[in-house]
C-alpha cells in the first residue's frame, strides 16, 4: 500500500454492515487497522441510518441482510452519493451480482471467507477514489466559492447549505467548468433512480440561483448549463 493511501484511508471512515456477529466484529478489528473509524450495522435499514447520520467515506455491506438487503442499501445511498466506494461481500460468486455491481458503480465485491490480502487492494482501490475527491475549498466567482469537504456554498464568508441534488449539480458544472454540461448528462447523473419529471431540473436550477445568484449558473439555450471560467 503506498503511502498516499495509508494517509488518505486512516483519516478515513468506514460503514459495515454485515448480519453476523461474529464475522462483524472480526472484520471491524482488521479494519480498524487501517482506518480511522469503523461504523457497524447488523441490518440493511440500521446502514442506512448510520450512512445518513455518519456520512462514511467508505461502505462495505454484505448482500444477504434482514429488514434491507445489500443491494437495497447501495441503491438507497446512490440516490444520495454516486461517488462513495461501496464493497459489497457475498458467500458465492453471483453473475447477477457482478451485473448489478456494474450498475452501481462498486469497487468490487469479496466472497467469503474474506482474505485479507483480497480486501487490502480493495481499500487501496477506495483510496485512490477518495485521493481524487480530495479538494479544498474552490472559488466560483468573486462572490461564491464551494467547499467539497463539507458540501457547502460560501457567499461573501457566509456558509450556505445545500440540498444533495444541489450539490451533484453543482459538482458536475464545476468538474467540467467553462464547458456546457447538457440536460441529458445532468437528469442522468441527479436522477438514477427515479424518473424526473419535465420541470426537475429547471426547479432545481431556479432555486439554486436563489442560493447562489442569478449570473453563475448560465443557461445555454435548450441544450443545458455552464459556468463560465
Known amino acids: 500500500m503506498l503511502d498516499n493511501q495509508k494517509l488518505v484511508l486512516k483519516n478515513s471512515s468506514i460503514l459495515l454492515a454485515?448480519?453476523?456477529?461474529?464475522?462483524?466484529?472480526?472484520?471491524?478489528?482488521?479494519?480498524?487497522?487501517?482506518?480511522?473509524?469503523?461504523?457497524?450495522?447488523?441490518?440493511?435499514?440500521?446502514?442506512f441510518e448510520i450512512y445518513q447520520n455518519h456520512r462514511p467515506d467508505i461502505v462495505i455491506t454484505d448482500v444477504k441482510m434482514p429488514k434491507l438487503n445489500g443491494l437495497e442499501l447501495i441503491k438507497k445511498i446512490r440516490k444520495e452519493?454516486?461517488?462513495?466506494?461501496?464493497?459489497?461481500?457475498?458467500?458465492?460468486?453471483?453473475?447477477?451480482?457482478?451485473?448489478?455491481?456494474?450498475?452501481?458503480?462498486?469497487?468490487?465485491?469479496?466472497?467469503?471467507?474474506?482474505?485479507?490480502?483480497?480486501?487490502?487492494?480493495?481499500?487501496?482501490?477506495s483510496a485512490d477514489v477518495l485521493l481524487q475527491k480530495v479538494k479544498t475549498v474552490v472559488?466560483?466567482?468573486?462572490?461564491n466559492a464551494y467547499d467539497?469537504?463539507?458540501?457547502?456554498?460560501?457567499?461573501?464568508?457566509q456558509k450556505i447549505s445545500l440540498t444533495h441534488k444541489e450539490v451533484e449539480f453543482l459538482e458536475t458544472l464545476l468538474q467540467h467548468k467553462g464547458?456546457?454540461?447538457?440536460?441529458q448528462t445532468l437528469e442522468d447523473k441527479l436522477y438514477v433512480y427515479e424518473e424526473a419529471p419535465p420541470?426537475?431540473?429547471k426547479n432545481l436550477?431556479?432555486?439554486l440561483r436563489k442560493k447562489i445568484g442569478n449570473d453563475v449558473v448560465q443557461t445555454v439555450g435548450n441544450l443545458g448549463y455552464t459556468i463560465k471560467n
Not at 91 to 96: E, F, G
Open 148 to 157: 467539497y469537504q463539507n458540501k457547502q456554498l460560501i457567499q461573501d464568508a
Open 199 to 201: 420541470s426537475a431540473l
Open 81 to 125: 452519493n454516486q461517488e462513495t466506494p461501496i464493497i459489497v461481500t457475498s458467500a458465492y460468486t453471483d453473475k447477477d451480482l457482478l451485473l448489478e455491481s456494474i450498475k452501481l458503480s462498486l469497487v468490487d465485491y469479496l466472497v467469503k471467507p474474506i482474505k485479507e490480502k483480497d480486501l487490502i487492494a480493495l481499500l487501496e482501490i
Open 18 to 47: 454485515e448480519d453476523e456477529e461474529n464475522l462483524r466484529n472480526s472484520f471491524k478489528k482488521v479494519l480498524l487497522l487501517y482506518v480511522k473509524e469503523v461504523f457497524t450495522a447488523a441490518n440493511g435499514e440500521e446502514a
Open 139 to 143: 472559488a466560483i466567482d468573486e462572490r
Open 179 to 183: 464547458n456546457l454540461v447538457t440536460r
Open 205 to 207: 436550477v431556479f432555486k
